[in-house]
T-cell receptor, first 116, second 113 residues
């Protein structure tokens, strides 16, 4: 099993450009998540998908959109990138989000994004 | 407000000595507590979690953590530190009914040879 994979690993954008971050998991998990990591702030949830076909906003959703393409894949899109979106983005998955609060989330290697 | 705190940004310990990375939480209801480790330029790796039952939880790489309800703490410990334990450690809590993890700000552990 590859676990959770993310592409690309690194990306540099100019202000106003758009891009999509890709995430896939091969663990047959139902739930998937997008977090951003900023220095001194830990990880914050952007969006999550409790199951295929559903998505919900997290703590910091502004400026982002997501698509749960199928059970394996969950993408994050920046329509018009801003310097404040410079961050490291992590995708995660878990068996199930609701009703099983003890489920472990497994993280991908991250995408380091710089917006100039 | 519900939160999780890691009071130390940096912890230094000599190789072979015991290590402790502190975590306290403030939540209503029963918390589900997690520890993750992040090595440089890598994603987060799961170490251990507390859901219910025995207050002492054993995890990967010889780490353990003790859940203390009266002190609302979940400190990470290891009896003998290795240089390879040097990394960034995150405590996280998942609240009843919540879909995501709330993370502390992280503690950078440096094990000195």
């Amino acid at each position: 099993n590859a676990g959770v994979t993310q592409t690309p690993k690194f990306q540099v954008l100019k202000t106003g450009q758009s891009m999509t971050l890709q995430c896939a998991q091969d663990m047959n998990h139902n739930s998937m998540y997008w977090y951003r990591q900023d220095p001194g702030m830990g990880l914050r949830l952007i969006y999550y998908s409790a199951s295929e076909g559903t998505t919900d906003k997290g703590e910091v959703p502004n400026g982002y959109n997501v698509s749960r393409l199928n059970k394996r894949e969950f993408s994050l899109r920046l329509e018009s990138a801003a310097p404040s979106q410079t961050s490291v983005y992590f995708c995660a998955s878990s068996v199930q989000s609701s009703g099983r609060q003890g489920d472990t989330q497994y993280f991908g290697p991250g995408t380091r994004l710089t917006v100039l | 407000a519900q939160s999780v705190a890691q009071p130390e940004d940096q912890v230094n310990v000599a190789e072979g000595n015991p290590l402790t990375v502190k975590c306290t939480y403030s939540v209503s209801g029963n918390p589900y507590l997690f520890w993750y480790v992040q090595y440089p330029n890598r994603g987060l790796q799961f170490l251990l979690k507390y859901i219910t039952g025995d207050n002492l939880v054993k995890g990967s790489y010889g780490f353990e953590a003790e859940f203390n309800k009266s002190q609302t703490s979940f400190h990470l410990k290891k009896p003998s530190a290795l240089v390879s334990d040097s990394a960034l450690y995150f405590c996280a809590v998942r609240l009843t009914g919540a879909n995501n993890l709330f993370f502390g700000t992280g503690t950078r552990l440096t094990v000195i040879p």
